[in-house]
């Protein structure tokens, strides 16, 4: 079947499918792996130090996958940025910027503050950019920035968390009426059914985080793996991390670890989720081979 929405005619890609960024393991090898499974890769540029390393990175991806694919710039919000002299803000980027733009990469997301100057650059130089935000406040304010689309992430996900955190549903759902540019639904997602359903939400396409991270090519421990598919989700501590906020600035994986029960490549679990959503559409009597919701 094809799969058509708004992002992947804007992009170019397969499928309505997007990575999330990741600290430490969002790299050439896992992004590039996504994208040639279809979905839109990405590689997070908080991982790289230098601009030689940074540069090199993106030579790699360009030898590893002829696909699209994305740099992420995860922006320490200022309130922690005090705490730490090497946070990433919005300045220390502009050097990778102007590497990744002249090395052709098209698309960009931005993530955990407001990016603004950023997002102008890329506004001036035609490229795409992807504004991930957690509350819809913050979404239609990067809509009026001039953003492309917006990844709003559910409290069941994982991430920075805001103490005004909606669910996934109540986000992409409002965000359908109040914003006019794709909407891309991150949060809690890790099956067929968790895809199908924000589409029908109004979603363009779904960002994966915490469900892909038991994937072969992703390079945390075979131990955090074992632990993400041996997770009780409903166990309490790990309840009250994800949705009473006792998540503080970890990064931990979130609810949608429910769904994982083994190591697979990543185009086993792209494969699975279209063709199980596809099954499931078929079902619901839909017999076309386009789905067209673009
Ligand atoms: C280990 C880990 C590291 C992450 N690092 C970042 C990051 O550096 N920047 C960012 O914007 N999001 C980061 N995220 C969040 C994901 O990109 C994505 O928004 C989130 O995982 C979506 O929720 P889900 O895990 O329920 O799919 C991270 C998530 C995990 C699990």
Same mark, same amino acid.
């Given at each position: 079947?094809?799969?058509?929405?708004?992002?992947?005619?804007?992009?170019?890609?397969?499928?309505?499918?997007?990575?999330?960024?990741?600290?430490?393991?969002?790299? %050439?090898?896992? @992004? @590039?792996?996504?994208?040639?499974?279809?979905?839109?890769?990405?590689?997070?540029?908080?991982?790289?130090?230098?601009?030689?390393?940074?540069?090199? +990175?993106?030579?790699?991806?360009?030898?590893? =996958?002829?696909?699209?694919?994305?740099?992420?710039?995860?922006?320490?919000?200022?309130?922690?940025?005090?705490?730490?002299?090497?946070?990433?803000? +919005?300045?220390?980027?502009?050097?990778?910027?102007?590497?990744?733009?002249?090395?052709?990469?098209?698309?960009?997301? =931005?993530?955990?503050?407001?990016?603004?100057?950023?997002?102008?650059?890329?506004?001036?130089?035609?490229?795409?950019?992807?504004?991930?935000?957690?509350? $819809?406040?913050?979404?239609?304010?990067?809509?009026?920035?001039?953003?492309?689309?917006?990844?709003?992430?559910?409290?069941?996900?994982?991430?920075?968390?805001?103490?005004?955190?909606?669910?996934?549903?109540?986000?992409? =759902?409002?965000?359908?009426? $109040? $914003?006019?540019?794709?909407?891309? %639904?991150?949060?809690?997602?890790?099956?067929?059914?968790?895809?199908?359903?924000?589409?029908?939400?109004?979603?363009?396409?779904?960002?994966?985080?915490?469900?892909?991270?038991?994937?072969?090519?992703?390079?945390?421990?075979?131990?955090?793996?074992?632990?993400?598919?041996? &997770?009780?989700?409903?166990?309490?501590?790990?309840?009250? &991390?994800?949705?009473?906020?006792?998540?503080?600035?970890?990064?931990?994986?979130?609810? %949608?670890?429910?769904?994982?029960?083994?190591?697979?490549?990543?185009? +086993?679990?792209?494969?699975?989720?279209?063709?199980?959503? +596809?099954?499931?559409?078929?079902?619901?009597?839909?017999?076309?081979? &386009?789905?067209?919701?673009?």
């Amino acid at each position: 079947m094809i799969w058509k929405t708004n992002i992947t005619e804007m992009i170019g890609i397969k499928y309505p499918i997007i990575m999330g960024a990741f600290a430490g393991v969002g790299r %050439a090898e896992f @992004a @590039a792996a996504f994208s040639n499974a279809g979905g839109l890769g990405i590689i997070t540029a908080l991982n790289y130090n230098t601009n030689k390393v940074f540069q090199n +990175e993106i030579d790699k991806m360009k030898n590893l =996958t002829d696909k699209p694919f994305g740099v992420n710039f995860s922006i320490m919000p200022p309130i922690m940025a005090k705490k730490h002299p090497k946070a990433r803000t +919005e300045e220390t980027y502009i050097e990778f910027l102007d590497i990744a733009i002249e090395a052709g990469v098209k698309i960009f997301t =931005t993530s955990a503050y407001q990016a603004n100057e950023i997002g102008k650059k890329l506004n001036d130089n035609g490229c795409y950019w992807f504004h991930k935000c957690t509350t $819809l406040k913050h979404a239609i304010s990067a809509e009026k920035s001039g953003a492309n689309a917006i990844t709003l992430v559910g409290v069941e996900g994982t991430g920075f968390k805001n103490p005004l955190q909606n669910t996934t549903l109540v986000n992409v =759902t409002m965000a359908k009426k $109040l $914003l006019s540019i794709p909407i891309i %639904a991150a949060g809690g997602i890790g099956d067929a059914r968790g895809f199908l359903a924000a589409l029908a939400m109004g979603a363009d396409a779904v960002c994966f985080g915490t469900a892909i991270m038991a994937t072969k090519e992703c390079g945390v421990s075979q131990n955090y793996k074992k632990k993400l598919i041996n &997770q009780d989700i409903f166990e309490e501590d790990f309840y009250r &991390q994800i949705f009473h906020h006792e998540l503080k600035d970890k990064s931990i994986y979130s609810m %949608a670890a429910g769904h994982i029960d083994k190591v697979v490549s990543l185009k +086993e679990f792209i494969d699975n989720i279209i063709k199980e959503a +596809e099954n499931i559409l078929n079902s619901w009597g839909f017999k076309g081979n &386009q789905l067209n919701i673009a």
